[in-house]
C-alpha cells in the first residue's frame, strides 16, 4: 500500500541525447554525463545509491554496488523540448504538434497589438538571456518606463520590468493581457513575468516571476488524484506549468533548496497522495548561461540533501526523481537540449536493483504514480508499477 508520492523534478537534467535530437540541433547533448567529463569526474553518492549510475547508457556516473532502488531512463514523445511540455508529458499528455516558438522575435502584428493594449511602447522584442537583456537594456527601461520583451528557443512571451519602475500587479497585468493575445495560431506555452532590482547597470532578477500557462489541453494525472479525494501539493513552479489545474494546494520557492525545504515541510503536514516538486536553478541560473560549475555544484547540493528527503519519508512513501529536458551546459547552445530523462524510484516497499529499461514516453512516469497510489485511471502510458514494488 503506497499512501504518498514524491515526484521531484530535478529540471533539465537530461542524460543523453534522443535519437531525433539532431532535428533540434542538440546532437552529443547529455547535461549530466558532459558535465561529468567537462570536470573530470561527477560524485552524486546518494542519487548513486539508488541506481543512477546503472541507467542504461550511463558511463560517466559510478556504479555503485548495492543499489537501494529503482532505475531507468524515459524518451519524450511529444514534439518539442519545452519545459510545459515535458512536464505535461509526464503527467500524461502528448503534444503532436510542438508549442509555437519566435525564434526571431514576436511579428509586428503582435507587438503593435501588445503595445496599444499596454498603452506604451516596449524594448528587446528579441530572442535574449533573460540576464544578458536586463544588463543591455535595463537603464534605458528605467529611462523610458517601457518594458523589455524578449522570448527563447522555449515557446515563451517574457516581460522583465523594474519592480520600482513597473509595479509586479502592472506587470502581471501586461502578462494576462499577452496571455489573451497568444491563443490559436499564436499560442505560446507561457507568459513569464521577470521582475528585477537594482540599479546603472547592476540588475538582480527577483523571485517574483510568475508564469501564466495554458490549461492542459486533457486530464493530467493531477486531475485523477485530486478527484479520488487525495492532495496535490506543488512546490515551485509547478502550479504554474499546470495553471493550477488539478492542484489543491501550491507554494513558490526562491531556489533549489528552498524548494527542498518547502517539500520537506509538506512530506510533514500532508500525509496522503502526491507532492511534486520542480527545482528550477539547474535550468535557468546554470543550464541557460552554460555555467558547468555551477550546474555541478548545484547538483552536489541537491544530493547532499537527498537524504533529509529519504529521512523524512514513511514506509508508504515512495520518491521519483526525474526530469523533464535537457539543457546541456557543456554544450554552445544556450537553449534546452532533446534528451532522455532519468527514473530513479526509491521507498521501503520498492524493490532494490530493479532496471526498468528505457521508457517510450515520459507520461510512463505519470501512469506509474497513479497505479502506485492506487487511483483509477485512463491516463496515457504505460506504468512500471508492478516492476518495482515489492
Not at 183 to 194: C, L, N, P, S
Not at 296 to 304: C, Y
Not at 334 to 355: A, F, M, Q
Request: some cysteine.
Amino acid at each position: 500500500m503506497i499512501n504518498r508520492v514524491i515526484l521531484i523534478i530535478l529540471d533539465s537534467v537530461g542524460i543523453g541525447e534522443l535519437p531525433d535530437a539532431t532535428e533540434y540541433g542538440d546532437e552529443g547533448s547529455n547535461t549530466l554525463e558532459n558535465i561529468s567529463r567537462k570536470l573530470g569526474g561527477l560524485s552524486l553518492p546518494n542519487m548513486e545509491s539508488i541506481g543512477l549510475g546503472h541507467i542504461n547508457g550511463v558511463k560517466e556516473i559510478k556504479k555503485q554496488n548495492n543499489v537501494t532502488g529503482a532505475f531507468g531512463k524515459c524518451a519524450e514523445m511529444s514534439k518539442g523540448k519545452d519545459t510545459v511540455t515535458g512536464h505535461w508529458e509526464i503527467a500524461g499528455l502528448v503534444l503532436k504538434k510542438s508549442l509555437k516558438t519566435y525564434p526571431k522575435g514576436f511579428p509586428k502584428d503582435i507587438i503593435d497589438e501588445f503595445k496599444n493594449k499596454i498603452g506604451r511602447n516596449i524594448l528587446g522584442n528579441k530572442v535574449a538571456s533573460g540576464t544578458e537583456i536586463i544588463k543591455e537594456l535595463g537603464n534605458e527601461h528605467i529611462k523610458t518606463g517601457y518594458p523589455i520583451v524578449y522570448t527563447s528557443a522555449d515557446s515563451v512571451f517574457q516581460i522583465a520590468a523594474h519592480e520600482e519602475v513597473i509595479k509586479l500587479e502592472e506587470l502581471y497585468n501586461m502578462c494576462k493581457i499577452a496571455r489573451k493575445m497568444l491563443t490559436g495560431d499564436r499560442t505560446v506555452g507561457r507568459i513569464i513575468a521577470r521582475p528585477f532590482i537594482g540599479e546603472k547597470g547592476d540588475y538582480t532578477r527577483t523571485s517574483n516571476r510568475k508564469d501564466f500557462a495554458l490549461d492542459p489541453f486533457g486530464k493530467t494525472m493531477l486531475d485523477y488524484i485530486k478527484e479520488s479525494g487525495s492532495n496535490v501539493m506543488a512546490v515551485g513552479k509547478i502550479n504554474d506549468i499546470y495553471n493550477g489545474k488539478g492542484i489543491t494546494d501550491a507554494v513558490h520557492i526562491d531556489n533549489n533548496m528552498d524548494g527542498v525545504d518547502k517539500t520537506l515541510e509538506y512530506m510533514k503536514t500532508n500525509k496522503k497522495g502526491l507532492i511534486f516538486t520542480n527545482l528550477v536553478d539547474f535550468d535557468m541560473l546554470y543550464g541557460h548561461r552554460n555555467n558547468v560549475e555551477g550546474y555541478a555544484n548545484a547538483l552536489i547540493e541537491f544530493d547532499n540533501r537527498l537524504p533529509e528527503i529519504i529521512n523524512e519519508m514513511e514506509k508508504e512513501d515512495v520518491i521519483i526523481l526525474t526530469a523533464d529536458h535537457g539543457c546541456d551546459p557543456t554544450t554552445p547552445s544556450t537553449d534546452h537540449s532533446r534528451e532522455y530523462v532519468p527514473v530513479l524510484v526509491y521507498g521501503e516497499n520498492i524493490k532494490s536493483g530493479v532496471n526498468i529499461g528505457t521508457r517510450k514516453c515520459y507520461c510512463d512516469i505519470g501512469k506509474t504514480v497513479l497505479d502506485l497510489l492506487s487511483v483509477k485511471n485512463n491516463l496515457f502510458g504505460e506504468s512500471f508499477a508492478k516492476d518495482i514494488v515489492k
